[in-house]
C-alpha cells in the first residue's frame, strides 16, 4: 500500500511539472513581441549603384601586315613597353605557287626593264642624229622610268614573300608596339601562324597593349536609377578583390541609349578615378555607388518601422504609450532614404523610442 501511494505521489509530481513547463512555453508564445528602437544621429546616403569592372582607358591590339610565321615572341604578358619597341618576329611560310608567282614576276618585270633601256638609249642616239625628235625620246624615257619602278616593285615582293623584309629600304618582318603601355595578353607563341591585317579580313590579333596608368570604371547602371544620375556626380567605388579599400571618383559619361541584357534594360556609365595610392588591375570587378544625396548628422531610423499613407505623402511610426501592448501613432515627416534606413526631418527627437511590431506569422 505504501509503495502505491508513493507510486501515485511521483505521477503527481511529473504531471504538475510538465503543467508547468507547457505553461511557460505557452506564455512565452503569447509575448507580445514589441520592441523598442532609438532614434539616433547619423549620415544617410541616397545612392545608385553600377556594376562593372576596372578598366584601362584605351586598349591597343597588335597585329601583323604580313603573314608567316611567329619566330620569336619578345615580351611577355606584363612587360611595360614604349612606342615602337619590338614585340614578335614573323618568319615568311610562302606556299610553293607564291615563291614561283614572285619569281615569275621579278623575270618579267626585268624583262621589260631592259627592253625599255634599249629603246631608251636607241632613242637618245637618234635624237643626237636628228632622226628622231625630242617628244619621242621623252615617251621612251618615260617608259623606261616606268619598267625600273616596275622592276624595284617586283624585288621587293620577291624579298618580303621569301625573307620577310625589304632589303632595299630596310623594313624588317618586327611587330612593333603600337603605343606605350603595358602588355596584357600575348595570343600567339613562337610557332603560331599569323593571318595579315587587310581591308577585307580583321587579321590575327597577337597581343593588347594598355596604359595601366590611366584606369577608368565600366559599368552599368539600371533604367531606374539613371534618371537620378548626372556628369560629376561623386562615387566611391568598392573592388572585390580588395574589401578594405575604397576608389573615389566622379561620373564622366552616361550612355544616352540603353543596352537589353538579361531581360534588364542597362546603361553603361564610365567613372574618372581619382589618384589614389592602391594598386589597382585592369578586369578588377566592382561596384560604384553613385553619390546621388547625403546628410549627415540628421535623424535616422530603420524604414521598416515607418507606415506611409496617401500614396506616400504622409507617414506614421508608433511609439510607447501608457499601455505596453498598445502603442500610440505619431506622424513624422521623412527625408531621404537609402533603402534601409530613413531620414526623420521632424516628428521626433534624438533618443526617442519608436516600437517595432512583432512580424506577422502566416498561418
Known amino acids: 500500500m505504501r509503495k502505491l501511494w508513493r507510486t501515485l505521489f511521483i505521477l503527481v509530481v511529473l504531471a504538475g511539472a510538465s503543467a508547468g ?17 532609438e532614434v539616433i544621429q547619423g549620415s ?28 620569336r615572341a619578345l615580351a611577355e604578358v606584363g612587360d611595360t613597353v614604349h612606342a615602337g619597341d619590338p614585340l614578335f618576329e614573323i618568319a615568311p611560310d610562302p606556299t610553293p605557287m607564291e615563291v614561283t ?53 617586283a624585288e ?7 625573307k620577310g623584309r625589304l632589303t632595299v629600304s630596310g ?14 595578353t600575348r595570343t600567339v607563341n613562337p610557332g603560331d601562324p599569323i593571318v595579315p591585317l587587310t581591308s577585307y579580313q580583321p587579321g590575327t ?27 560629376g556626380m561623386q562615387t566611391r567605388i568598392k573592388v572585390g578583390a580588395l574589401p578594405t579599400d575604397v576608389v573615389t571618383g566622379h561620373v564622366s559619361r552616361i550612355a544616352p541609349q540603353a543596352q537589353q541584357k538579361e531581360g534588364a534594360t542597362l546603361f553603361d556609365v564610365e567613372v574618372e578615378l581619382e589618384p589614389s595610392k592602391i594598386t589597382l588591375r585592369a578586369g578588377y570587378s566592382a561596384n560604384a555607388d553613385v553619390i546621388i544625396r547625403e546628410h549627415k548628422d540628421v535623424l535616422v531610423i530603420p524604414e521598416r518601422l515607418v507606415t506611409f499613407g496617401d500614396g506616400g505623402k504622409t507617414a506614421s511610426v508608433e511609439v510607447p504609450g501608457s499601455d505596453p501592448k498598445s502603442p500610440k501613432k505619431v506622424g513624422i515627416k521623412t527625408g531621404i532614404s537609402d533603402g534601409l534606413n530613413v531620414e526623420v526631418l521632424s516628428g521626433l527627437k534624438k533618443g526617442e523610442k519608436v516600437v517595432e511590431r512583432p512580424p506577422k506569422e502566416i498561418s
Do not use: C, H
Request: charged share 30%; no cysteine.
Open 21 to 37: 513547463v507547457y505553461a511557460w512555453t505557452r506564455s512565452g508564445k503569447k509575448d507580445d513581441g514589441f520592441k523598442q528602437v
Open 44 to 71: 544617410i546616403v541616397e545612392k545608385a549603384v553600377a556594376v562593372g569592372q576596372i578598366q584601362p582607358r584605351q586598349k591597343f591590339a597588335v597585329k601583323s601586315k604580313i603573314s608567316g610565321i611567329v619566330k
Open 101 to 153: 608567282e614572285v619569281d615569275r614576276q621579278v623575270e618579267s618585270a626585268s624583262a621589260s626593264y631592259r627592253k625599255a633601256e634599249g629603246d631608251y638609249q636607241r632613242s637618245l642616239q637618234l635624237s643626237r642624229s636628228g632622226v628622231l625628235p625630242k617628244s619621242d625620246v621623252e615617251a621612251k624615257k618615260e617608259s623606261y622610268d616606268l619598267a625600273s619602278v616596275a622592276m624595284t616593285k
Open 156 to 162: 621587293q615582293n620577291r624579298d618580303l614573300t621569301r
Open 171 to 184: 623594313t624588317e618582318s618586327i611587330i612593333r608596339a603600337p603605343a606605350a603601355g603595358t602588355i596584357l
Open 205 to 231: 590579333e597577337m597581343a593588347t597593349v594598355a596604359d595601366m596608368r590611366d584606369l577608368i570604371f565600366k559599368g552599368t547602371v539600371d533604367e531606374i536609377d539613371v534618371g537620378k544620375l548626372s556628369v
